[in-house]
C-alpha cells in the first residue's frame, strides 16, 4: 500500500507561486511515474503534470508549460509542482498521484494510468 500526503497548498494573489510536495511512503514504492492533477469546482478532475519517476522525464499540459515545474526527489520519495506565474484560473483542489504501469507519454495523463491518490490541497489564486 502506497501513501501519498500532499502539501504546501494556499492563497495567493495572481502572479504569485507556491510550491507544493507530495511524499509518499510504503513497503515497497517504486513507481513509474507520478502526476499532479486538478480539480476546480463542478469540473472534471484534470491532468496538469507528471513525471518519470527513473529518468525524471516530464510532462505538462499546455496551459501550465512554461509557468509550472515539476521535479522529484528519490531519496526523499517526494515529489513537487513549483507553480509560478499563476492565474485564477488555477485555482483548484491539487492532488498527487502514483503510477505502476509502464511510463508512456500518452498515457500519463490518464487519471485510470495511476493506482494511488493522495487527499488534495486547495490553491486559491485571488485576481
Known amino acids: 500500500q502506497v501513501q501519498l500526503v500532499e502539501s504546501g497548498g494556499g492563497l495567493v494573489q495572481a502572479g504569485g507561486s507556491l510550491r507544493l510536495s507530495c511524499a509518499a511512503s510504503?513497503?515497497?514504492?517504486?513507481?513509474?511515474?507520478m502526476g499532479w492533477f486538478r480539480q476546480a469546482p463542478g469540473k472534471e478532475r484534470e491532468f496538469v503534470s507528471a513525471?518519470?519517476?527513473?529518468?525524471?522525464?516530464?510532462v505538462y499540459t499546455d496551459s501550465v508549460k512554461g509557468r509550472f515545474t515539476i521535479s522529484r526527489d528519490n531519496a526523499k520519495n517526494t515529489v513537487y509542482l513549483q507553480m509560478n506565474i499563476l492565474k485564477h484560473e488555477d485555482t483548484a483542489v491539487y492532488f498527487c498521484?502514483?503510477?505502476?504501469?509502464?511510463?508512456?507519454?500518452?498515457?500519463?495523463?490518464?487519471?485510470?494510468?495511476?493506482?494511488?491518490w493522495g487527499q488534495g490541497t486547495q490553491v486559491t489564486v485571488s485576481s
Open positions: 513525471i518519470n519517476w527513473s529518468s525524471g522525464y516530464t
Open positions: 498521484a502514483a503510477g505502476r504501469g509502464t511510463w508512456d507519454s500518452n498515457l500519463v495523463s490518464l487519471r485510470t494510468f495511476y493506482a494511488y
Open positions: 510504503g513497503r515497497t514504492f517504486s513507481p513509474y511515474a
